[in-house]
C-alpha cells in the first residue's frame, strides 16, 4: 500500500477508499470490509477520466478571477469524494457520509505535503 494511502487510512477513520493517479499511473486502496462501496471498475474509470476533467475544468476556472482551485468535494448517494490536486495528477479520498469531510481536509493536504507531491513543491 502507498505510504500517503497509509497514513491517510490511520489518521482518518472515516476514509473508505484513496486512490493516487501521478505521472499517468493509478494506485486504488480500499479499506477492507467497506459496505456500499462503488465497483473497483467504476472507481477506476473515475480516477482516470472523471476527477481529472474536473481538476482540469475547475483549476482553469479557479485561476480566472476565484483565486485558485485547492481541492473538489463531491457528494455521492453512498459516500463524499475529496479530490485534492498534486503534482503530475491527484488523490482522491472517499469517505463515510456520516462523517463531516471538511475534517479530512486538512489532513489531506498534511499528508500531500509531508510526502513532497503537493503542487509547487519540487
Do not use: K
Amino acid at each position: 500500500m502507498n505510504a500517503i494511502a497509509e497514513t491517510l487510512f490511520d489518521s482518518v477513520r472515516e476514509v473508505r477508499y484513496v486512490a493516487i493517479y501521478r505521472g499517468g499511473e493509478l494506485e486504488l486502496n480500499v479499506r477492507p470490509g467497506i459496505e456500499s462501496a462503488s465497483s473497483s471498475e467504476s472507481d477506476r474509470y473515475e480516477e482516470l477520466l472523471v476527477n481529472p476533467a474536473l481538476l482540469t475544468l475547475l483549476r482553469q476556472r479557479g485561476e480566472i478571477d476565484c483565486g485558485g482551485l485547492d481541492h473538489v468535494l463531491i457528494r455521492y448517494g453512498n459516500f463524499f469524494q475529496l479530490v485534492y490536486p498534486v503534482r503530475d495528477g491527484h488523490v482522491s479520498v472517499a469517505i463515510d457520509p456520516q462523517a463531516d469531510p471538511r475534517n479530512a481536509v486538512d489532513v489531506v493536504r498534511r499528508v500531500v505535503r509531508e510526502a513532497g507531491v503537493a503542487p509547487g513543491q519540487r
